[in-house]
DNA sequence: CGAACGCTTGAGTGGAGTCAAGTAGAGTGG
DNA sequence: CCACTCTACTTGACTCCACTCAAGCGTTCG
């Protein structure tokens, strides 16, 4: 099923049986998109929106020279632009970072969600609020940590976010994310997000190659970056 | 009514009157707050959501050597914490700047809302997403801003969601916070804030005393900051 | 093979932090 | 009415983390 993965290890309440297939009923297509590509643009009018089945994407914003910051990295699992549905248009660009597979869900069929089934609909607000949990930690993140401490913050996120859907076993995961991208999820240059892996390796904390990674110590990696997984609100 | 300034010049569809009705309706208690006063607690469970009508609360979260960053900043017709609704407890605490005058809103008068006010329903997942498109903002602040443009962007915002309200003529406003408070929300020392709040002054951009801020020049502290309000979702 | 892209490293610079020493003003109490 | 205190604000000197500029390496792919 399209949605095995939403809100996986999220809360104990599960989704009810009959809103869970209300919620498969509701997808229009699914579709495979390459590396790269621009799914929704700022500002432009949307009228439906995009679950992540498989792949990697990024939400950002571009400064005036063209320096681009991420808001968000979405892994399976995530619905990465449900908040199009109340808001109608975007802030911010959403793109693939690796060759995807998208489900796109029609807003006509989430006014038929809202309507009849409000539980669907809490869960469904509940996701973008996590979202909105991950945001306020990148604040924290950009606002008080250093660059060593915001690499290892970024690590321990994604790592975490990708062991909820089974995509890490805790020690290591596949990331197909560039040092360029990297720096531009933790506000840092690229050359400086290059210094901060190699110090982080020499420190026996974590290495990164080929996009694998893999978290060498990852008590450690979470101390030094102030990480506390509470915002995430997984379970176990 | 309590919520006259709710989502007020924010959207061109209005909230219905009976929706409007059932809102005032599911209002706990009305209170007044001193300053400086913590509301919740993060992961403390909360029971009730909390609307501002009069005063400045922020929402935070500290470091380990108890070094703040704000995450948001809220002005009356704010529902502060309404994401607690679905979340069941908060990742950061909620504190008033200021005297506040605040209604609290039990959750089990939002669970008759989500079932029998659909529309309601929308407007309020509406409102939390204004936030994170805040959060959003925020991120590029910190993310790609320097320590001026960082400065301007927030009174900028600021200033808009004052205006919205009816609590700035576009010039100037009253802004109860220290230039402790407002490096805790930028992500920069107070000693820098005051060397900042100088520069921006001797520019002829913006002038802040004893709690009076006057925007000198916005179109042009909006220029500096790289600030476009299209995030807000103000009318007109 | 050459080009393109991503990664790596060094040298020098500068913006923001830190430390320290003040001043200004509001509120309190003798 | 004037010490006294407390908090917020102000300014200077020095330091250092991260940026910039620059050059070079390694792979992949056309």
């Known amino acids: 099923m399209i949605f095995d993965d939403f809100l996986r290890h999220r809360r104990k309440e599960q989704i009810l049986p009959e809103d869970r297939a209300a919620l498969e009923a509701s997808v229009g297509e699914v579709r495979s998109v390459p590396a790269r590509m ?4 700022k500002d432009e009018r949307v009228h ?3 679950y ?3 792949g990697l994407i990024c939400r950002y914003m571009d400064d005036r020279e063209g320096l681009r910051q991420l808001v968000a ?3 399976p699992g995530d619905f990465v632009d449900l ?3 109340p808001l109608k248009h975007l802030d911010h660009d959403v793109a693939t970072l690796t060759a995807c597979k998208i489900a796109t869900v029609p807003h006509r069929n989430l006014d038929i969600v809202m309507r009849e089934r409000p539980e669907l609909a809490k869960f469904l607000w509940f996701s973008t609020l996590l979202d909105a949990a991950m945001h306020r930690e990148w604040i924290f993140r950009l606002g008080r940590l250093n660059a060593m401490a915001r690499v290892g913050h970024f690590f321990c996120e994604i790592e975490a976010k990708l062991r909820a859907v089974g995509l890490s076993d805790g020690a290591s995961f596949e990331l197909a994310m560039t040092q360029n991208d990297l720096g531009e999820a933790c506000g840092i240059t690229p050359v400086h997000m290059n210094r901060m892996l190699r110090m ?3 420190q026996g904390l974590l290495q990164m190659r080929a996009g694998q990674v893999q978290l060498l110590d990852r008590p450690a990696l979470a101390r030094l970056s102030e990480f506390d997984p509470s915002y995430l609100f997984i379970d176990e």
Chains 1, 2 share one sequence.
């Open 48 to 50: 439906f929106s995009t």
């Open 38 to 41: 621009t799914l929704v643009r």
């Open 83 to 85: 908040h199009a549905y």
């Open 200 to 202: 982080l390796k020499e």
């Open 52 to 54: 992540l089945i498989e």
């Open 73 to 75: 990295v979405h892994v």
